[in-house]
């Protein structure tokens, strides 16, 4: 079955990094968009980031262009997340989530337990 487990959040400073990752199983990895999505303490779930089947198209929402690098190692079935000059409002528990089918670019069924960040000083 599909499995999608997040890890490498942590409680930071503001202005700090982080580096998430996202170990996929139970499908064909390489066939499926990949998303990065959060939710802030006491907040709906936001859109983070999208990257295409092979990592050569990504999208960011505007709150974390230019901070966040969303990529993909096909070859070891991960995803991952590179956080920079985070922000106190980046406090959120992130998830990956898997495309909803191989022509899915929004879509998606399956996410994971959740990383949390905290950024704090």
């Known amino acids: 079955q599909v499995q999608l487990v997040e890890s490498g959040g942590g409680l930071v400073e503001p202005g700090g990094s982080l580096r998430l990752s996202c170990a996929a199983s139970?499908?064909?990895?390489?066939?499926?968009?990949m998303f990065w999505l959060r939710q802030p303490p006491g907040k709906g779930l936001e859109w983070v980031s999208r990257?295409?089947?092979?990592?050569?198209?990504?999208w960011y929402a505007d709150s974390v262009k230019g901070r966040f690098t969303v990529s993909r190692d096909n070859a070891k079935n991960t995803l991952y997340l590179q956080i920079n000059s985070l922000k106190s409002e980046d406090t959120a528990v992130y998830y990956c989530?898997?495309?909803?089918?191989?022509?899915?670019?929004?879509?998606?069924?399956?996410w994971g337990q959740g990383t949390q960040v905290t950024v704090s000083s």
């Open positions: 989530a898997k495309a909803k089918e191989s022509s899915s670019t929004v879509a998606y069924d399956y």
């Open positions: 139970g499908f064909t990895f390489s066939d499926y968009w």
């Open positions: 990257i295409d089947r092979g990592g050569g198209y990504t």
